[in-house]
């Protein structure tokens, strides 16, 4: 999808869809007299009845005479103090998703003025057009009969004030960028387990470093057992796919020193012999989604060329039982040097992160960020809502946190005390890799932060937000692409864009 701007009467836009966001309230927002005197004031009756409240993801859709548009849909942004980038986004994505639903090939979008809250004209650029993007999104590559086609949303124009014009381009440039990057993310989290396979994910990474001249570096299984990464290799053995570890490089800074995320990528866990229930294990293909949302990134710097230096790191492995599957029980060396007894072979995200973040230090890198589909545990503490997030500096949580809120994508600390490094005692090994029922993401971030070594580092815990089980009025069933707003929200103010 494309975005532009325009600058015009609301009646004079010539589009299939306009909608205007507004906050709640009952009274008519002035920004609207002219469209609502052109349409025999149907707009004011369906906000002064009440009809129409302006309450978050709220729409009413109007098809009004005597005007450009086609169709008229508001869509509420919610309480007008709480108005900002992230529930304009969302009313874009909202209009959107009902763009796609009706057929509209374009849209257009405006917000109400009186509703803006002070958002400046590059947030709205950025918000809009990521909103609009991530709204009409339709995952349709593998059906060979579509139920019911709909062309895709191909543009959304902006309507605001000329004077605002440039700076909204600058933030759709961004918005564009990050879009492009987010959709590649939710494609590949959509992918099944028998398609998106590790060495798929390498072949992805590398149209990317083709396209946009990435360093990239590959290791299959023979190179992978040269570099001793025990961990990655253990959580491979029972598969018949190769796994992969997989590095891009972005260099943008010179010789600063970079900045790494890495993303776990189980591209399909069917927790190994210490096998999951059947019910929706299907959803175990979304496993490599911190994966998705590095590349995706990845995709989004290739556009936006930041200077700063960028390094990205993929584990990529299957999770699965056979006769030459790791056991409970087992006891595997790690890159790091450390010994891990394996007492549950569904913990495997850990085990292949745990090398990755031991490869890293050769980087030298400036901050390391990994980003997992890691516990259940944090689908129990913050649900759908919140990233679970760990780390071990306080000013880096705070960065990620605050990249974070700025992209909608909200992280909330869980805490890596001392008293929680107990659950990880082995009698056997240095550590193991399961503690007990209680403080899951925790133990989890506990048993990363063993193989986190002269850096400031981060670990996000999306187990909890990478995709959804139902379709919401901004998007739709499956996976979220989250992780690319965030990490591009927090390069690029590293960049100091
Ligand atoms: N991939 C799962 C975590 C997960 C659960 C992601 C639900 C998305 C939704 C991870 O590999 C896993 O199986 N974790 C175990 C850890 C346990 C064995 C210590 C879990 O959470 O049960
Ligand atoms: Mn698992
Ligand atoms: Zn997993």
Redesign the pocket.
């Known amino acids: 999808m494309t975005s532009g701007a325009a600058s015009a009467p609301l009646s004079q836009v010539d589009t299939p869809l306009l909608a205007v966001a507004l906050a709640q309230g009952s009274a008519v927002p002035a920004s609207l007299a002219e469209l609502d005197r052109a349409v025999g004031g149907v707009v004011a009756r369906v906000i002064t009845t009440g009809d129409f409240k302006g309450k978050r993801d709220e729409t009413t859709l109007l098809y009004p005479s005597g005007a450009k548009p086609g169709r008229v849909l508001l869509v509420g942004l919610g309480k007008p103090g709480d108005v900002s980038r992230n529930t304009i986004r969302r009313a874009a994505a909202v209009a959107a998703k009902r763009a796609r639903a009706l057929g509209a090939k374009q849209l257009a979008f405006t917000v109400a003025p009186e509703a803006r809250n002070g958002v400046s004209a590059r947030d709205l650029g950025q918000a809009a057009a990521e909103g609009a993007a991530h709204g009409a999104w339709a995952f349709t590559e593998l059906k060979a009969t579509p139920d019911e086609p709909k062309p895709e949303v191909e543009g959304v124009t902006l309507i605001c004030e000329q004077k605002e014009m440039k700076e909204v381009a600058i933030g759709q440039r961004v918005g564009d960028a990050v879009a492009a990057g987010h959709r590649l993310t939710r494609n590949l989290q959509m992918l099944p387990g028998n398609v998106c396979t590790p060495s798929y994910l390498a072949e992805r990474a590398k149209q990317l470093a083709d396209q946009y001249g990435f360093t990239l570096t590959v290791f299959d299984r023979a190179k992978l057992e040269q570099e001793r990464m025990g961990a990655l290799l253990a959580v491979a053995q029972g598969s018949d796919q190769e796994p992969r570890f997989i590095v891009l490089e972005h260099r943008g800074g010179g010789d600063a020193a970079p900045v790494a995320l890495i993303g ?1 990528g ?1 591209t399909f ?1 069917s927790g190994g012999i210490s096998i999951k229930p059947a019910q929706n294990m299907e959803d ?1 293909k979304f ?1 490599m989604s911190g994966a998705a949302a590095v590349l995706g990134t990845f995709e989004t710097l290739g556009l936006l060329k930041p200077k700063v230096n960028v390094v990205g790191l993929i584990p990529a492995t299957e ?1 699965l039982p056979s006769g030459h599957a790791v056991k409970p029980g087992d006891v595997v060396k790690s890159h790091f040097g450390k010994t891990i007894e394996i007492i549950n072979t ?1 913990a ?2 850990r085990l292949i992160l745990c090398d990755a973040l031991s490869y890293v230090r050769r980087f030298k890198p400036a901050a390391v960020i990994d980003i997992a ?2 516990t259940g545990a944090v689908v129990v503490a913050l649900g759908q809502v919140a990233i679970g997030e760990m780390g071990n500096d306080e000013p880096l949580l705070a960065e990620v946190r605050e990249a974070g809120e700025r992209a909608g994508e909200r992280c909330w600390p869980l805490p890596l005390w001392d008293e929680y490094r107990d659950l990880l005692k082995s009698d056997i090994a240095d550590l193991k890799n399961s503690g007990g029922r209680g403080a899951g993401s925790i133990a989890g971030g506990w048993f990363l932060r063993e193989f986190v070594e002269g850096y400031p580092w981060v670990h996000l815990d999306i187990a909890g937000t990478a995709y959804t089980d139902g379709e919401g009025p901004q998007q739709a069933k499956g996976p979220t692409g989250v992780g690319v707003r965030l990490f591009t929200e927090f390069i690029l103010k590293r960049a100091g864009a």
């Open positions: 776990k189980v866990d175990m496993d999770n569904d495997e995200g589909t890691l």
